[in-house]
């Protein structure tokens, strides 16, 4: 038996070969994982670290897959994917929620209402798990993760075993974060402001209703493609002025609600979308001399 048919078989539970991995990202799209590997908690997550050191599989970390284009010919390697042991949301203190890195954003947001705690709306409108959120420094309207982070607890893929860093050990930027790729979030903790229930809903209510105005939903999206140039300067108004946002490749366009969002319009291929970008890029670098920066990740092969 090789080492990998004896790590399948030692986490048959949560391990699976040949896996198609279009269900795992919001375009839809994306070839299959050589293997998928679905933690069920902490210790079977370490478990499978330390029997991997033998095999030396190449790990990749994927989210919720809102921000996640995935290659055609899909990825080598193992992909881990932290399973539903990982989504809990709980009240720590009566201003502190403590998370799994697996729980979606929007349902932490419902939740620091339900506990009568503020600050957190926003997160309503950020797709995504909050462990993507945090090594993205996810943000919008005014507020990122920086400023509700109070700590994170993470597992070192060399050192098979957890830690907890502290906000100020972190160095945050627009929409990044200075933590290595060899780390696994595992939970955050979330610092909220004690208000009332109806203010908080009245505050999220407004935010939500500001997302469908300006954004695309019920379609085959990954969000923002590309990163705003500056606080006054966004990439969807570059992508006008530069004459991008009747750009088409394949199955693959441009919003017309939104030009930084790029959609599948049904049919498209991971390489369609990725020829749309760098068509979009080229044209913005030629017309204006600007070089857009991802704000997707393109994974895979």
């Given amino acids: 038996m090789t080492l990998n048919q004896n790590l399948l078989k030692r986490f048959s539970n949560s391990m699976y070969n040949n896996i198609n991995l279009s269900n795992y990202s919001w375009f839809n799209l ?3 994982a050589e293997y998928l590997f679905k933690p069920k908690n902490k210790d079977q997550l370490i478990d499978f670290l330390k029997l991997n050191k033998k095999n030396k599989l190449k790990i990749t970390i994927i989210g919720a897959g809102s921000n996640t284009l ?3 010919k899909g990825i080598k390697g193992v992909v881990i994917k932290l399973g539903s042991g990982f989504s809990q949301i709980e009240l720590e203190e009566e201003d502190t929620i403590k998370a799994g890195a ?3 954003d929007r349902k932490i947001a419902n939740f620091a209402k339900e506990n009568a705690l503020g600050n957190l709306e926003f997160l309503s409108c950020i797709p995504g798990s909050i462990g993507g959120a945090v090594i993205m420094n996810s943000g919008c309207y005014g507020n990122d993760i ?3 982070l109070e700590s994170i607890k993470v597992i070192d893929i ?3 075993e957890e830690k907890e860093i502290k906000n100020n050990e972190i160095k945050f930027f627009y929409r990044g974060t200075n933590l290595p790729k060899e780390f696994i979030i595992t939970s ?4 909220g402001k004690q208000n009332t229930k109806e203010i908080i809903e009245k505050k999220q209510k407004k935010l939500i209703e500001k997302k469908k105005f300006s954004q695309p939903s019920q379609i085959k999206t990954c969000g923002s493609t590309f990163k705003n140039l500056s606080e006054e300067k966004k990439a969807w108004q570059v992508i006008k002025e530069t004459g991008c946002d009747n750009f088409k490749v394949g199955d693959a366009e441009i919003s017309k609600k939104h030009s930084n969002f790029f959609v599948n319009k049904g049919n498209a291929k991971s390489a369609d979308i990725e020829k749309l970008i760098n068509k979009v890029k080229k044209r913005v670098n030629e017309k204006i001399g600007v070089n857009l920066e991802l704000e997707i990740k393109i994974i895979g092969e």
């Fill in 188 to 191: 955050v903790k979330l610092k």
């Fill in 158 to 160: 060399n050192k098979c």
């Fill in 102 to 104: 697996g729980a979606l």
């Fill in 146 to 148: 920086s400023k509700i």
């Fill in 30 to 32: 994306g070839g299959p």
């Fill in 70 to 72: 995935i290659r055609d």
